[in-house]
T-cell receptor, first 111, second 113 residues
């Protein structure tokens, strides 16, 4: 079946790198996404990666994909207090666009 | 474009009452999703539509929940009768189609007392 799992919580200090991890079960997933949710707001797409890619970099964000292990990670360089939010990993599975989300990782950045 | 528009932003209702949540997707998007977010269960996909047709409603909790999409620019999620355990934030999202990003509305925070 389709399942996406994440760790629930991550705490880092300002200026450090943050790495948020995600695993998914269905190898047929084609696109993998990272969304950010700030308090009281909806989800905003941060970045995404095609399943035929290993890595994607976008400014401070680096996404790594290990298809063999079905493992996805999001690295945030030079983490700022404004990066404190919940980060969701999501996988799009074959067929119609059905996004399955992980439980979200709450990132807390302390000064 | 104004993005995905949901209404109301907040709804407080008494147990047993009917609740209707509304969503206007982004113009030109042909996929629409309803999600529910709670502390206990995270973000759950309730139902999604493609070209106004419900494709998968396996996430709908029970018969008290129903969703419609009468046209490409409007969808509703109805709960009748509502119960306190339905209290959550309900998100609507739309996308242009297969394998494209989903854009989320601001959500409707529902409180059933």
């Amino acid at each position: 079946g389709e399942d996406v799992e994440q760790s629930l919580f991550l705490s880092v200090r300002e200026g450090d790198s943050s790495v948020i991890n995600c695993t998914y079960t269905d190898s047929s997933s084609t696109y993998l996404y990272w969304y950010k949710q700030e308090p009281g707001a909806g989800l905003q797409l941060l970045t995404y990666i095609f399943s035929n890619m290993d890595m994607k970099q976008d400014q401070r964000l680096t996404v790594l994909l290990n298809k063999k292990d079905k493992h996805l990670s999001l690295r945030i360089a030079d983490t700022q207090t404004g990066d404190s939010a919940i980060y969701f990993c999501a996988a799009a599975f074959t067929g119609f666009q059905k996004l399955v989300f992980g439980t979200g990782t709450r990132l807390l950045v302390s000064p | 474009d104004a993005g995905v528009i949901q209404s109301p932003r907040h709804e407080v209702t008494e147990m047993g009452q009917e609740v209707t949540l509304r969503c206007k997707p982004i113009s030109g998007h042909n996929s629409l999703f309803w999600y529910r977010q709670t502390m206990m269960r995270g973000l759950e996909l309730l139902i999604y539509f493609n070209n106004n047709v419900p494709i998968d409603d396996s996430g709908m909790p029970e018969d008290r929940f129903s969703a419609k999409m009468p046209n490409a620019s409007f969808s509703t999620l109805k709960i009748q009768p509502s119960e306190p355990r339905d209290s959550a934030v309900y998100f609507c999202a739309s996308s242009r189609g297969m394998n494209t990003e989903a854009f989320f509305g601001q959500g409707t925070r529902l409180t059933v007392v």
